[in-house]
């Protein structure tokens, strides 16, 4: 059982920032095992609407992607846009467990949703992964997602090679 305080890592801090050169803060694997945790798969079944005939009944559609805990706290979870779209059902898998998500906030605008769990056992452990500042150029990068037809985490390490800010208005 984990009894570290809720967004803090062993040494008490919040996860997230920038990996070193060898993709890991820490050394060896716990950076990534550290963050595996707070990334967790998104089981979404999608009713697509016929926009050729909109009185028809849409078809349904099973996606997966991915998720992570970006404040255990107020147990939100962000993903894209896109994998909630449209949804009928909504669940996370964490550790071969499915919980039932719900929708909290969308911006199709900048792709992102927020999505919550209301099953304690879910969040139990988490922790928050923080935002650190926008990386520089050619920075060493190291992702962690749920690939197409994968049902565990694959990672990924590679460089910054572009970084591009655009505006963006809410009224």
Known sequence: EDNQGEGEDEEGDELGGSAGEDGDQKGGGEYIEDLSRIVVQVLTLHCIPNFVRPW????????????FVVDAERRLLMTTAGAV????????????????????AVSTDTDVALLTVKDGAFWRGMHSLGFGPLPQLQSPVTALAYAIGGDSVAVTTGVVSRIEVLEYTHS
């Open 56 to 67: 028809e009944k849409g078809h349904d559609v099973d996606s997966s992607s991915t998720a």
């Open 85 to 104: 779209e449209y949804a009928k059902r909504i669940e996370v898998s964490r550790d071969g467990v499915d919980y039932d998500a719900a929708v909290v």
